[in-house]
């Protein structure tokens, strides 16, 4: 009879954990990257009303990327400790 493998990523080798908190970091960079030059745009938009509110939905969505990214690279981390990982 097969073992069940726990859910939510138990059991993943040490080098696919690195693989992954790297990508994490990465992706994480890119979120931020992305938030912050909107939010450059957003001071430098002027009086521009219309420029303004579509920059402001793009900043709502960079902000949950960015919340979400964190959220994965702290979960990976998190797993990488208690596996005994030092990083």
Do not use: F, K, N, Y
């Not at 990257?33 to 939905?57: E, K, N, P, S």
């Amino acid at each position: 009879e097969p073992v069940a493998r726990p859910t939510g990523g138990g059991g993943r080798t040490p080098s696919t954990l690195r693989r992954l908190l790297g990508q994490a970091e990465r992706d994480l960079e890119a979120a931020t990257r992305r938030r912050d030059g909107l939010i450059d745009q957003i001071a430098g938009a002027g009086a521009d009303h219309q420029r303004l509110a579509r920059l402001g939905d793009e900043l709502a969505g960079a902000e949950v990327d960015v919340a979400s990214a964190e959220e994965r690279w702290l979960e990976l981390g998190a797993e990488a400790e208690a596996a005994g990982l030092t990083l």
